[in-house]
């Protein structure tokens, strides 16, 4: 683990402080509860978050921060604390699970990694998680830890924790994961429609000795592989297997597998070996495909779902931390425009509007991409393994065009356009073509970047009556 007594980094200061600082109540802990806490009291709202958990830094899994998850944390000044938890990463080397063939290597394009101004980081799960900890409480966010949300009033805008406090905000933020109180909340029948389950994931974290060393367990890594930094990733029949680095000098590895649920893990995996010799038993999760949920807005226009609690993502997913990080950038962007208290469900329903066609479409690749690497044998894994081999044999990368003349492949244009997403930038446009045409069909007479009402400008207001007006 990464050094937990280090300082964070003081954040920047945002282009926008909010006019009418308000109270959040933020359910959840994990990386969207956290990033929220975090981007709200950097605008200047004040936080409270509640976590059932009593530590964050429980080791759990490995993590992929993408360019478009590291360029928010880059934003807020915290890119030396990126580069002490985390490793950069080079590339990504395909294998063949059954076989051990190698298929090829897609290293990065630098050029095109420095346009999305963010970088390709490995680290683990509970080193991020501990990194946003510490950034929120140090940027004066109230979080309690080993403390339960057991009900939560719309109406009175309270929450009851299991201590027998009952808190009360402006507005109630669900980031209490997919299984969490708010989800049913939102969801029309109160319950979700039967997800669909076909793989497990598997997740831990192991000495990358044992994976370096033992060809016999499925997964097999040379000396030098040791060295690049990169993403091992291996497509087999109906499951596959990835590994990465976790940080600079760390002799551990994060791994990660999915399978079909109702086979022995042990003809599943000959890589169970590994979480065996490994300190823990691997974490196991079931990858559901819950329906698309329509609402993230309660009626009352006071709660909010945000992270897996909207939208759950493939567990392990590549961009399943980078969502939960720009949901909380997206909404505190959005906060820092807000002059008046009736404001409030027009942000909230501005950030559902926002991250919603976004989320589902980053869901859905995801999803596709693990379904890919797991394709089951026939004509479909043939014709991708003999694309592969081709490439590698006229020594080209598996993600590069066939030839000269053809288009860049459109599964590698996706992955560009989402690491190369600006949410804050999202926001800031949402703003600036709709915020402010709201705001002038409100009466308010509105300067970009700053929002002052016509009462505060001819005197008839002071600028603390205007924030209590409702
Ligand atoms: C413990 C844990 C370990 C994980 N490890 C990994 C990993 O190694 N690699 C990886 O890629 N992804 C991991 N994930 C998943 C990943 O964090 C999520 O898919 C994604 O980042 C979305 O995060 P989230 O904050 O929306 O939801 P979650 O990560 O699910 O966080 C929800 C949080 O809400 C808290 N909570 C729920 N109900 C209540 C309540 N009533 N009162 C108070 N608190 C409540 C939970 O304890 C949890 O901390 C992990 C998730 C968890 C919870």
């Not at 993403?231 to 297997?241: I, K, S, T, V």
Request: aromatic residues 8%.
């Amino acid at each position: 683990m990464a050094t937990s007594d280090s300082k964070p980094s003081k954040l920047l200061p945002p282009k926008k402080y909010a006019a009418l600082p308000i109270d959040f109540l933020i359910i959840g802990g994990g990386i969207a509860g956290l990033s929220s806490a975090i981007a709200l009291t950097r605008v200047g709202h004040r936080v409270t978050l509640i976590e059932r958990d009593a530590t964050v830094d429980h080791e759990t899994g490995g993590c992929r921060m993408t360019p478009n998850l590291s360029k928010i944390l880059y934003h807020w000044g915290l890119e030396k604390d990126v580069r002490r938890i985390g490793v950069k990463s080079t590339g990504i080397d395909l294998q063949l699970y059954e076989t051990g063939e190698r298929l090829g290597t897609h290293m990065w394009d630098y050029e095109m990694l420095s346009e999305t101004r963010g970088e390709f980081i490995f680290t683990r799960h509970a080193d991020l998680r501990k990194l946003l900890y510490d950034v929120a409480v140090a940027n004066g966010a109230k979080v309690r830890l080993g403390t339960e949300v057991t009900g939560v009033d719309t109406e009175e805008r309270r929450v009851k924790l299991s201590t027998g406090e009952v808190l009360t905000g402006d507005v109630i933020v669900g980031a209490d994961g997919v299984k969490g109180l708010c989800r049913p909340m939102v969801l029309e029948e109160g319950v979700d429609d039967a997800p669909n389950h076909r793989y497990n994931y598997y997740a831990s974290i192991v000495p990358r000795s044992i994976i370096a060393q033992d060809s016999a367990l499925g997964c097999y890594i040379t000396e030098e592989d040791e060295l690049q930094k990169r993403l091992y990733c291996w497509f087999g029949h109906e499951r596959c297997a990835l590994t990465h680095p976790v940080a600079e000098q760390d002799t551990d590895w994060a791994l990660l597998a999915y399978g079909l649920p109702n086979v022995a893990l042990k003809q599943k995996f000959r890589i169970q070996k590994l979480s065996k010799l490994s300190n823990q038993p691997p974490v196991c999760v079931p990858v559901l495909e819950y329906p698309e949920l329509e609402e993230w807005v309660h009626d009352s226009g006071r709660l909010i779902v945000l992270g897996d609690a909207a939208h759950p993502m493939t567990p392990g997913g590549i961009q399943a931390a980078a969502m939960a990080l720009e949901d909380g950038a997206v909404l505190a962007k959005l906060f820092s425009h807000i002059r008046t208290s009736d404001q409030i469900p027009t942000l909230l329903y501005a950030y559902q509007d926002l991250r919603q066609p976004h989320v589902r479409r980053v869901q859905q690749k995801d999803l596709s991409d693990l379904y890919f690497q797991c394709t089951p044998p026939g004509e479909v894994q043939q014709g991708s393994d003999d694309f592969m081999r081709a490439q590698r044999d006229a020594g080209r990368s598996p993600l590069a065009p066939a030839g000269a003349d053809e288009e860049e492949l459109p599964e590698w244009t996706e992955i560009k356009d989402v690491f190369g997403y600006d949410a804050e930038d999202d926001a800031d446009n949402w703003w600036v073509e709709w915020g402010l045409l709201r705001e002038r069909a409100r009466g308010t007479d509105v300067k970009l970047g700053f929002v002052e009402p016509i009462a505060i400008r001819q005197g008839r207001m002071s600028v603390s009556e205007a924030a209590t007006v409702s």
